[in-house]
């Protein structure tokens, strides 16, 4: 379930200030792991079971988060999922570094799936947790930015290991996004695409999406100061805009909407002022 032919480490002088073990760099070369989800839904990691429904005290996290600088090279990372009953699945030349400086977090990883599914992906982040946290692996108190590149990818591949919010038949193409989040809430996503062979439909009382292709760039954002923090998203109750930057498309059907920009912006009501949306458009073929 986990193989590490090679571990080096270089302790940090912080160890004796902290009276804790503190790690100046931990290098894992070539590791192999195994994570597993068996029938009934229980998850393990390296054969160990991780207790979902348990609460964690965070202390394992804590101290990963802790350490200065972990780094990952050439590593192979297996995902069998039995409830689900999917082929396995195996991301080969696993990179991956975690560089820890304080209140600030910085992460990177690029792996390879299978090339039927997709060219090398790209994942990164940054974040802060607060001043003073005495739990600092707690994510729902983090805030930052999440950046992923996905290329050359057939996204109806991906269907057998996880679940869309829509029903994906098929898509081939690349997506690039960067997201935003403040305590566990998303403040801003976009996303460029370049998409072909897409059939899509987004609710269940709307007939299907069928594009040759879809082209541009797709911003959606929410005000942040928008209810308590630690809430669940509030899209669509507390505002947001929407924001179509160099898009196009073309359906199967032969309908093309031109290169355009147009954006759409929702306030609520609020203290006796009506709601009301704003829509503006560099230029629109209304037919």
């Known amino acids: 379930a986990l193989r590490l032919p090679k571990v080096s480490a270089t302790v940090s002088w912080w160890s004796v200030l902290v009276a804790d ?3 100046y760099s931990l290098e894992i070369d070539k590791p192999d792991m195994d994570i597993e989800r068996d029938a009934s839904g229980n998850f393990y990691v390296a054969g160990l079971l991780l207790d979902l429904k348990k609460e964690s005290d ?9 350490q200065e600088e972990i780094r990952i090279t050439d590593g192979q990372l297996s995902w069998k999922d039995n409830l689900r009953q999917a082929p396995e699945l195996v991301l080969s030349h696993v990179d991956a570094v975690l560089h820890n400086a304080g209140r600030r977090h910085q992460f ?6 299978p090339s ?23 994510a729902a108190r983090w805030t930052g930015t999440l950046y992923a590149d996905l290329r050359d990818t057939d996204l109806a591949a991906w269907k057998t290991y996880i679940d869309f919010p829509f ?40 007939a299907p999406l ?17 209810g308590p923090r630690n809430s669940a998203l509030t899209f669509g109750t507390q505002g947001h805009a929407i924001s179509l930057v160099d898009f196009s498309l073309q359906t199967r059907d032969g309908l093309v909407l031109p290169k355009t920009t147009l954006s759409e ?23």
């Open 108 to 113: 990177a990883l690029t792996a390879t799936p």
């Open 210 to 226: 069928e594009l040759t292709t879809a082209n541009g760039r797709i911003s959606v954002s929410e005000p942040l100061d928008a």
């Open 116 to 138: 039927t599914i997709a060219a090398p992906l790209d994942l990164r982040a940054t974040f802060d947790h607060p001043y003073f946290s005495q739990r600092i692996s707690d």
């Open 265 to 287: 912006r929702y306030v609520p009501a609020k203290k006796g002022v009506p709601e009301h949306t704003e829509v503006q458009a560099k230029l629109l073929d209304l037919q």
């Open 58 to 66: 965070g202390k394992a996290a804590n101290w990963i988060l802790s």
């Open 167 to 206: 029903d994906l038949q098929q898509a081939k193409g690349s997506v690039r996004a960067w997201l935003a989040f403040d305590h566990a809430r998303v403040a801003d996503l976009t996303a460029d695409v370049s998409l072909s062979d897409v059939a899509v439909q987004l609710r269940k009382d709307l």
């Open 21 to 23: 073990l503190r790690l």
